[in-house]
């Protein structure tokens, strides 16, 4: 079982930054890939970015590519989404994800264990 706890999240303007994190306990955080997804009043949620185990390799949705980068800290059991140049159209709940067997995925379906959210607002 591994617990997901997101923060971060608040009220900004358009042109902003937020930095959102996720700890995890529970267990190794190391042997699971790690993503970030959104999800918009009204909508389906949506993938944002991925992380592999060792972060090898970064994943992002084309609508954030440039802007928000993604890491980990497998000493310190968090995962982060630094968000630049937000946008109303980035307004939504933010969640992180862990999987445990695969590699990072693009589908929510995929994750084993996820976070409760924290909201993302942007006004224009």
């Known amino acids: 079982q591994v617990q997901l706890v997101e923060s971060g999240g608040g009220l900004v303007q358009a042109g902003g930054s937020l930095r959102l994190s996720c700890a995890a306990s529970?267990?190794?955080?190391?042997?699971?890939?790690m993503g970030w997804f959104r999800q918009a009043p009204g909508k389906e949620r949506e993938f944002v970015a991925a992380i592999t185990r060792g972060a090898a390799t970064t994943y992002y949705a084309d609508s954030v590519k440039g802007r928000f980068t993604i890491s980990r800290d497998d000493a310190n059991n968090t995962v982060c989404l630094r968000m630049n140049s937000l946008t109303p159209e980035d307004t939504a709940v933010y969640y992180c994800a862990a999987r445990l067997w695969g590699s990072a995925s693009l589908i929510p379906k995929s994750y084993d264990y996820w976070g409760q959210g924290t909201q993302v607002t942007v006004s224009s």
């Open positions: 529970g267990r190794t955080f190391s042997n699971y890939a």
